[in-house]
Structure formats: C-alpha cells, structure tokens
C-alpha cells in the first residue's frame, strides 16, 4: 500500500467518508460486486460520491484496490469513470468516485421499465462513448491500459446518460508498441 499513500491529495479520512454514507447505511447502499458493496454518499459541502468498499480479507482485493488508484487517479477522459479519491484506515479500503445518477447500462437493459427509454438514438450515443472511452485507453492516453472486464455493468451513466466506464480493478498496463498481451489469471465476468 505504500505507493498509493504518496497520492496525499487523493486520501480521504474514514470518518469523513463514514458520515457521508450515514456509516454505510442499507439505504445508502447502491449495490454489491466480486470485491465489495457501493454506496451513495454526501460530503460535507453537498458534493454527491460513490464510495467502493472493499470486503475485509480479501487478498485479492488489495491488488485491485492498488491497481484502480493507480491508474484512474492519473486517467481523465469524459466517457471514464472519475476516482475522487480513496481511504486506508486499518483494513478498511475505500475507492471514492464522482456519482453517476443513472446507474449503471445493465439496469437499463435488464429492466423491462426502463428498457423503452433507451431508444436506438441513445443506444448509439452510449455506444459511440464506451468506444470512444477504449479508444482512449487503448491509443491517445498516456498509460496504454486493457480494462479486462467490460460489461453493461461496469458502464455508468451520468444526468445527461453520458457513459463512463468504470471498475479498473482487473485493468493492466501494456507496451505502446505492444500489439498482444498474455496474463496468467482469468479475469472478469
């Protein structure tokens, strides 16, 4: 964890993040994934988050933790999830990001209610922006990044349903000139 403590500007204390989620109150909660549950928050001067929290005693865990401050701390791109910040505090480990009030693209696509507002113009908008956000990635950032885990669930939407990918977790860094990568491990869902 030394690495990511350096990124002081990044680092949110744990009882200010506890009391924006209302101690990480069930009507704060958003949802729950592989490494932990998500939940809605409000800072102090009215700033809405999204706080990650990563299940305590997952080893595997901390590796993703380290690899999504890492790299989206360093990433700005307008189809990209933004990371606020995150919090260290015993074993606690907490990913701060922007909130995105729309949820995520499965909830949409999944959802027989919500279904009918994403016509074929948005759908081609939401497209043409998840591609836009791997092209980014891929080519014009200045880390060459393989996400490793695209999926409905893991594309956010914003007011505007502006998508933002998001979850960097399973991500790995790649060569410029590399044109292929193997990894050891199967990733992603």
Not at 123 to 152: C, N, P, T, W
């Amino acid at each position: 964890m030394d690495e990511i403590t350096t990124a002081e500007s990044l680092q949110y204390d744990f009882e200010t993040v506890r009391a924006a989620t209302n101690n990480f109150s069930e009507e704060n909660k958003l949802g729950q994934g592989g490494f932990g549950a998500v939940y809605r928050g409000k800072l102090a001067n009215g700033q809405e988050i999204a706080v990650k929290r990563l299940s305590r005693g997952l080893g595997q865990g901390d590796q993703e933790f380290k690899t999504e401050v890492l790299l989206v701390a360093r990433l700005q791109h307008r189809n990209l999830v933004r990371l606020l910040g995150f919090c260290v505090s015993g074993d606690e480990r907490l990913l701060i990001y922007e909130f995105l009030p729309n949820s995520s693209l499965d909830r949409f696509i999944f959802d027989p209610v919500k279904r009918p507002q994403l016509d074929w113009q948005w759908r081609q908008m939401i497209i043409g922006g998840v591609a836009r956000g791997l092209v980014y990635l891929h080519e014009d950032s200045r880390l060459r990044i393989i996400h490793r885990d695209l999926k409905a669930s893991n594309v956010l939407l914003d007011a505007n349903m502006t998508p933002k990918i998001s979850d960097f977790g399973l991500a790995r860094l790649f060569r410029v000139d590399a044109t292929h990568m193997a990894t050891s491990r199967i990733v992603g869902t």
